[in-house]
């Protein structure tokens, strides 16, 4: 499987800044995704990150609150903007490989104060 | 998409076996199953996939009946180590992309 490495693993972040979160991956992938996980919660798709377009966002979560880039087929970043504490979450990347399955980084564990 | 439901937790001692089921009854033709395993803190780890009958792999079992409407985890002789969260994950490609939806987990508590 693909390795996925985030930036940064871990931040405390003062309410209203932003803060964009890095995801490589050692070889080239088709599909990536950004999900949140919210504390003692299950994970929650917050879009599709495209290569070379816009990113597709699932129900509940906006261009303007998340952005994203994805500028080639090996890296993604995710922008978590004006954050309020209750962006505190992790946010995983994660890559679709072999056809059938997604794998997922360590996380990126946003603590907001 | 296919709503999962799993046991919010369950308990278990060391060297026994641990089953845990999933129940996905709107599972779609193209959909495959697949189990994740969580630690605190980290990301969700691959453990296992299937779309029929059995899968086995060094670490867990898979077995899906012929309706696919559920699945069930086995998990060999666990330790103290297995515990964790473990997600059934139930989805793959269709025209809008590759759709999954990730259900509450189940809470595996190994006690020593």
């Known amino acids: 499987s693909a390795v996925i490495s985030q930036k940064p693993s871990r931040d405390i972040c003062q309410r209203g800044t932003s803060l964009t979160i890095q995801c490589q991956v050692d070889s080239q992938v088709t599909m990536m995704f950004w999900y949140r996980q919210q504390p003692g919660q299950s994970l929650t798709l917050i879009a599709t990150a495209n290569q070379g377009s816009e990113a597709t966002y699932e129900s509940g979560f906006v261009i303007d609150k998340f952005p994203i880039s994805r500028p080639n087929l090996t890296f993604s970043t995710l922008t978590v903007s004006n954050m309020s504490p209750e962006d505190s979450s992790i946010y995983l990347c994660?890559?679709?490989?072999?056809?059938?399955?997604?794998?997922f980084g360590e996380g990126s564990w946003l603590t907001v104060v | 998409l296919a709503k999962t439901t799993q046991p919010i937790s369950m308990d278990s001692y060391e060297g026994q076996e641990v089953n845990i089921t999933c129940s996905h009854n709107?599972?779609?033709?193209?959909?495959?199953i697949t189990w994740y395993q969580q630690f605190p803190s980290q990301g969700p780890r691959f453990i296992i996939q299937?779309?029929?009958t059995k899968v086995t792999n060094e670490v867990a079992s898979l077995f899906i009946p012929a309706d696919r409407k559920s699945s069930t985890l086995s998990l060999p002789r666990v330790s103290l180590s297995d515990t964790a969260v473990y997600y059934c994950?139930?989805?793959?490609?269709?025209?809008?992309?590759?759709?999954?939806?990730f259900g509450a987990g189940t809470r595996l508590f190994v006690k020593a």
């Open positions: 709107n599972i779609a033709t193209n959909d495959y």
């Open positions: 994950l139930v989805g793959d490609w269709d025209t809008g992309g590759f759709k999954t939806i």
């Open positions: 994660s890559v679709a490989q072999g056809g059938h399955t997604i794998y």
């Open positions: 299937g779309y029929k």
